[in-house]
């Protein structure tokens, strides 16, 4: 085989290869593009999903576009706001603490005068068979926030027993507990805090 039939192979190698990467790059968009939408709705109903555990109010507005973002303690904070009738009659946002193994965060609903709807714990590190009980699958213990404000328990008791507070840590693990109490007590903060631009009040329309 002489030299220029050896070049002629090499060139059409080349862009027989070209081809086929272009072919399946196209493919691989195309599928990509025709997946969008059902990835979309998946990421929507999942976070439905993780609103809805926390909301025990009826509401007739569309959760993920009544949004308001606000500077909170660890930057910046997404709350999703239900109303009746155009009226904010709950707000949703995430919280967070560390913990053990690193931050543990949770969702919290509250309703318009700040009491506690729900708290969802969403993600941790914690130490599996000690932090368990963070989970209402295991314990009932996440819901013993519900129905709690900053009023009661006073300020002081927003903590667990061991460091004289109202709420029960776990046999040998105090560390997860603690940090989920400090975030709800956290979020209840930001929420009075933030209360009319929340609630669209007058003097804290967003």
Request: hydrophobic residues 40%.
């Amino acid at each position: 085989m002489d030299l220029q039939t050896l070049r002629g192979k090499i060139s059409y190698q080349g862009i027989l290869l070209g081809g086929v990467a272009l072919v399946t790059a196209g493919a691989l968009a195309l599928a990509d593009h025709a997946t969008q939408p059902d990835i979309k709705a998946a990421q929507k109903q999942d976070m439905m999903q993780s609103l809805q555990q926390v909301l025990s109010v009826e509401y007739d507005n569309d959760l993920l576009k009544d949004t308001l973002t606000l500077p909170g303690p660890n930057g910046d904070v997404t709350v999703y706001r239900a109303r009746k009738a155009g009226k904010v009659v709950a707000v949703v946002f995430q919280v967070q603490a560390i913990g053990y193994a690193g931050p543990v965060v949770s969702t919290m609903g509250l309703d318009s005068a700040g009491k506690v709807l729900g708290v969802r714990v969403i993600k941790h590190s914690e130490t599996p068979g000690l932090g368990d009980k963070i989970e209402p699958a295991k314990s009932n213990w996440i819901h013993s926030f519900e129905g709690k404000w900053l009023g009661e328990p006073p300020a002081d008791k927003w903590a667990v027993k061991k460091d004289g507070g109202i709420f029960d840590q776990f046999a040998g693990a105090t560390i997860t507990p603690r940090a989920v109490v400090k975030s709800v007590k956290g979020g209840l903060d930001f929420f009075e805090k933030n209360k009319a631009k929340l609630l669209d009040e007058a003097g804290g329309k967003s």
